[in-house]
């Protein structure tokens, strides 16, 4: 039993075929075009799923899941406004893809079925209420109750890289201030270094050689290998990214208080390395007596999370 996964991005599709038990058998990604119209878009997305179904592996895939950026309705399974793929406007996508290859077709949010699929196969297994995060160029959340994506009353939640701990701070993409995304994200972390160095010329640091001497080429990555290589400055830096990120998980927690949090994504790589630091200065920032039970894992899926929740889907739907 295998299932068709399909994973939408703003400049590619990667799709893939996966078995029951969440793994990958086949994989392959194409260019994803959001630049000109709708029907140009749902080319791609064909492309990527014709190589993946004609692939020995994927010969009897009984269903069809795909995962795109929001804002999209998984119970429509219409694509809204994403901001990063611009060719869709109230797509009818999954109706699209189920008349183009007869099969039965599931689309959500890339963030809740990522955490789907940990919760089926992954770091959340076995656990009841998984609350996952996905940290890179923006914070994504799922929340998973007994094996079922948590999606609010018109599938719009949880968004909770949204939530504002700050609300004096940097404004978000989304427009509100002191988002955690705006705050602890890829691009935030490279803000946030520009700014020291800004503010402390005199001082010597690894990421600005990393970046050529331009504060412009700085990279949250460059921040990672500084921070590696011992630079004082990129310790600072992801220290008080830490600390935002433990207030906010403080909050996720008075909220939810889940069985376990999982995090993945590039710049949750790079958190996972601070988890004794998040746990230990967790207690301050929630009331939960307890907090210190609830475990904080790496995700398992990295790279392929959106080809895993794809086909989470399947099996779930």
Known sequence: MSYAAVDIGGTKVAAGIVDREGRILYQTRVPMNTL?????????????????LSNPAGRGAEA??????????PYTGVILNPPNVTCWRDFALRDEVRSRFNLPVTL??????????EALWGAGSGYHTVFYVTMGTGIGTGLVL??????????????GGHLPID???PRCGCGKRGCIEALASGPAIANRARLKISESASRTTRILEL?????????????AKAWRAGDTLATEVLRETMELV????????????????VIGGGVGELASHWFPEILDLLP???????????????????????IAGAAALCVRS
């Open 36 to 52: 000109e119209d709708a029907a140009t878009g749902l080319e791609c997305v064909e492309r990527a799923l014709k190589d993946v």
């Open 64 to 73: 069809i899941g795909i995962v795109a950026p929001g804002p999209l309705d």
């Open 284 to 306: 301050r920032w929630t009331m939960n007596q307890r907090c210190a039970e609830i475990p904080l894992r790496l995700a398992s899926y990295s790279a392929d999370a959106g």
């Open 167 to 169: 609300v004096h701070g």
């Open 146 to 159: 007994d094996g079922k994506i948590y999606n609010g009353r018109t599938g719009a939640a949880p968004e």
């Open 108 to 117: 959500e949010n890339d963030a809740n079925a990522a955490g789907l699929a």
């Open 246 to 261: 433990t207030i906010w998980l403080g909050a996720i927690i008075d909220l939810l208080e889940p069985d376990v949090i």
């Open 211 to 223: 970046a050529g001497g331009d504060p412009k080429a700085i990279t949250a990555e460059m921040v």
